[in-house]
């Protein structure tokens, strides 16, 4: 059984800075690829940021290039995501979610074990 569980969310004003860690019970963390997304009350669940398992892949939805980083640390069996520069659209639940296999993803179903998402709240 998977076991992921984010933190780091909180409030913070536009322009500011959060970092979300995912911390997952999983036997051989370096086996999965890992992704971030994100829900906003009355949207869809949506892609944020992907990284493969050895942390050399990553991949962006469009509107946080530059802003925000995925990163992760085999050895803590955790993954990141450095939010920077926040603005109030990024407001949403962020969720962490495990894939197995190597290659990065940004694809919802590919993705098999979640987290229960941590809040991101960003006021303008």
């Keep these: ?27 051989t963390f370096s086996a999965y690829s890992m992704g971030w997304f994100r829900q906003a009350p009355g949207n869809e669940r949506e892609f944020v940021a992907a990284i493969s398992w050895s942390g050399r892949s990553t991949a962006y939805r469009d509107s946080v290039k530059g802003r925000f980083t995925i990163s992760r640390d085999n050895a803590k069996n955790t993954v990141y995501l450095q939010m920077n520069r926040l603005k109030p659209e990024d407001t949403a639940v962020y969720s962490c979610a495990v894939r197995p296999g190597a290659a990065v993803s940004t694809e919802e179903r590919e993705y098999n074990y979640w987290g229960q998402g941590t809040q991101v709240t960003v006021s303008s």
């Design 1 to 27: 059984q998977v076991q992921l569980v984010e933190s780091g969310g909180g409030l913070v004003q536009a322009g500011g800075s959060l970092r979300l860690s995912c911390a997952a019970s999983v036997r």
